[in-house]
């Protein structure tokens, strides 16, 4: 290689790298805001537990920063690896070296389990084509990836959302990122972004994001914890607090407290309808700071 190509060799993969590590830093950012996000009905925010005994705030924080390196090297696996399938397993065994990672940074503790699967993919189309940050673009080059088969992955993982997905014939977590994260795209962005141009403080367009999620998606978290008696409530109950007029309204928030109430009376904790309002932060910084036409800042 003579000097000019080594040289431009070395510019694109510091520039590949510098990327990656700038989306790896909106994933963790993405994170952080979604658990510091409060109230939150049954799930850890910054008031306290939510239905869970054995997470909190800053532990959820902890596993974040955590996965910064996991999210990094999906990043770069995704602007530097064309091919289908080695780019499959490459992420595949960064995600699996990421949950290893988080239970050693949580002391065995699940924290972010699913949101490994949903932002590791994404993060990794995201720098498939950096030129095209489009939320639905980005979701779609994710699908294709989620629809690649790895072959080292375990057949069955036993995990919980896993035994809610095949208990009640929902598609869970995997259905979600097959199916190109309808829910993401279809659901959470567009109330987030009508909030907005409603003039809705940005923590209660949050809010009213999650709860359009917590509506209308087939949660294996809840499934998991209450069966499907505890999803009908947090379906309806999601409804009820935007039927009111959604979180920044009096009656909308006292609604959202009552249905904080029964969430931890039933102990559920809408964790999927979580990961993916992170997911759908984490797209909505993304589309803000496209890159150039060239794919570079």
């Excluded at 999601?238 to 309204?249: F, N």
Aim: with cysteine.
């Amino acid at each position: 290689m003579d000097a000019v190509l080594f040289t431009e060799h070395r510019a694109t993969h510091l520039w590949h790298a510098g990327h990656a590590a700038r989306l790896a830093e909106l994933v963790v950012t993405a994170l952080i805001d979604e658990v510091t996000l409060s109230p939150k009905p049954g799930l850890v925010d910054v008031r306290g537990r939510g239905a869970h005994r054995d997470l909190d705030w800053a532990l959820m924080c902890r596993s974040a920063h955590a996965l910064r390196p996991a999210f990094q090297a999906m990043a770069e696996a995704g602007a530097t690896l064309a091919e289908a399938v080695t780019l499959r397993e490459r992420i595949g065994r960064l995600g699996r070296d990421g949950e290893a990672a988080m239970l050693a940074a949580t002391g065995g503790v699940n924290t972010h389990r699913g949101a490994i699967w949903a932002l590791g993919l994404l993060v990794t189309a995201a720098t498939q084509a950096p030129a095209d940050c489009a939320p639905q673009q980005v979701a779609l080059r994710a699908a294709v990836l989620a629809n690649t088969p790895d072959r080292h992955a375990p057949r069955r993982t036993g995990h919980k959302g896993e035994r809610a997905r095949l208990d009640y014939g929902v598609g869970g977590a995997r259905g979600q990122a097959e199916a190109g994260f309808p829910h993401v795209v279809e659901v959470a962005l567009p109330a987030l972004w009508q909030a907005r141009a409603a003039g809705v403080a940005e923590d209660a367009a949050r809010l009213d994001a999650l709860l359009a999620l917590m509506s209308l998606l087939d949660d294996t978290c809840v499934l998991a914890r209450g069966g499907p008696a505890a999803l009908d409530a947090v379906q309806a109950g999601a409804a009820r607090v935007l039927d009111a007029g959604g979180s920044a309204t009096p009656a909308g928030r006292r609604a959202l407290m009552r249905l904080d109430a029964e969430f931890l009376a039933l102990n559920v904790s809408p964790g999927g309808s979580a990961d993916l309002l992170a997911a759908a932060l984490f797209l909505d910084r993304l589309n803000n700071a496209a890159p150039a036409p060239d794919g570079r800042p």
